[in-house]
Structures are given as structure tokens and as C-alpha cells.
């Protein structure tokens, strides 16, 4: 069963792409409904391929922060979202068309369990490598650079989360229903623009369609 409104040619296939597209838009918001009320919030995810069939995400929460109370063995939902842009009736050839919007985004369900000390510090660890390796720093920072005592008290002050996958689905909307000469028109559209989303889901649409 699919999270979300899913048309046959925006389905995103392959759990291999939607695991690549967790890493490269690893921040994402965490769903959690509790009675009548949804609590929201945004959190970096460290993505485990090898754990259960679909993978595992890890994330940390602050204990202060009431959405992870009473969590245990709750059925979440996280939404990763990539490039998107608006796109203009303008740029295709057939006439009489309407605006639309293109877009792509990964939903993911699963049950939380509460990670232990250890395997929080261990998240915390390769979270500080993934994200640091980007960085363009000679010398990266880790967490071995904090005092044991200092970094003993700030993991404390938080909560590390794991939620196994039973469900994911990718939407990938990237003009697939428009037809050749349409799409041509809208990377030129997009490729006029110096935003950086608008050329990312240029690329996209290209990649996509080929």
C-alpha cells in the first residue's frame, strides 16, 4: 500500500534509488500521531541498508522534545524531499496547458525501538563522518574531539531513535506524462534560471526521461 497519492509513471522503482535518495536528502521530517494531535518535527537520518529487508533509519532527538515520549513500538512516518521547482505553461509546445509543479520526495513508515547508550554514541560518531566528509575542511571534527566528561553530558541530554522500514515509497514527478518536445522545453525554461533547484530538477527530468 502506498503512503501517498502515486501515479504509475511517477512511481520511484528500485529500493536501491530510494536508499540513494535517503543519503543525499538525509534530512527529513519525522510524522508521529498521537490520539488526535500530529507532532512534526525536522532531524538529520542515518540510513542502515543491511537491517530488515528495507533498511533501517537512525535519528536523535532531544529529551526535552515531547514528540519521542511513549514512542516505543509506534508507527512513524519520515518524508525525505529532493529538488523541485515550479514549472510554467509557457515552456511546453502544446498549448492550453496549466502550471504545475515538479517534484521528488521518499516516504517511509516502520515501528521506533529506543536506542541503547552505545548505539546512540555509535550513531552520533558515523552521522559526524557522513556529514563532515563534506565539508571541504582539511581536518575533519569528530566527536573524539570533546572531553569525555563534556561529551558524556550533552549525549544525556538526548535520545537516539531507530525505526525499521516495513513500508517506502518513491515519487519521482519529472515530467514523465509530458511528452518529448514538452520536456525539452521545460529544461530550457528551468536552465534559464540561475536557481540551484531549478537546475537540479532539470538534470532530473533529463536523467529520468531518457
Known amino acids: 500500500m502506498s503512503i501517498t497519492y502515486l501515479p504509475e509513471h511517477f512511481i520511484m522503482h528500485g529500493l536501491k534509488n530510494k536508499h540513494d535518495f535517503i543519503d543525499e536528502y538525509s534530512f527529513g521530517q519525522l510524522l508521529i500521531s498521537k490520539a488526535s494531535n500530529v507532532m512534526v518535527t525536522y532531524l538529520p537520518f542515518l540510513l542502515n541498508r543491511q537491517t530488515t529487508p528495507n533498511g533501517a533509519l537512525q535519528c536523535h532527538v532531544a529529551k526535552a522534545n515531547p514528540i519521542w515520549g511513549d514512542i516505543a513500538e509506534t508507527r512513524v512516518t519520515a518524508i525525505f524531499t529532493g529538488p523541485h521547482a515550479y514549472i510554467s505553461p509557457r515552456w511546453y509546445q502544446n498549448e492550453n496547458q496549466v502550471p504545475t509543479w515538479n517534484y521528488s520526495a521518499v516516504f517511509v513508515q516502520g515501528r521506533v ?23 571541504s575542511d582539511q581536518i575533519k571534527w569528530s566527536t573524539d574531539m570533546l572531553p569525555d566528561k563534556q561529551y558524556s553530558k550533552m549525549t544525556k541530554s538526548i535520545v537516539g531513535l531507530e525505526i525499521k522500514i516495513d513500508n517506502i515509497t518513491g515519487k519521482l514527478k ?7 518536445e514538452d520536456r525539452v522545453g521545460v529544461v530550457e525554461g528551468l536552465l ?3 536557481l540551484e533547484n531549478n537546475s537540479q530538477v532539470a538534470k532530473m527530468i533529463i536523467d529520468n526521461n531518457e
Open 113 to 135: 525501538t529506543i536506542l541503547t547508550d552505545e548505539a546512540l554514541v555509535e550513531l552520533l560518531s558515523r552521522l559526524t563522518q557522513k556529514e563532515e566528509a563534506k565539508t
Open 174 to 180: 519529472m515530467s514523465q506524462n509530458r511528452c518529448s
Open 192 to 194: 534559464e534560471s540561475n
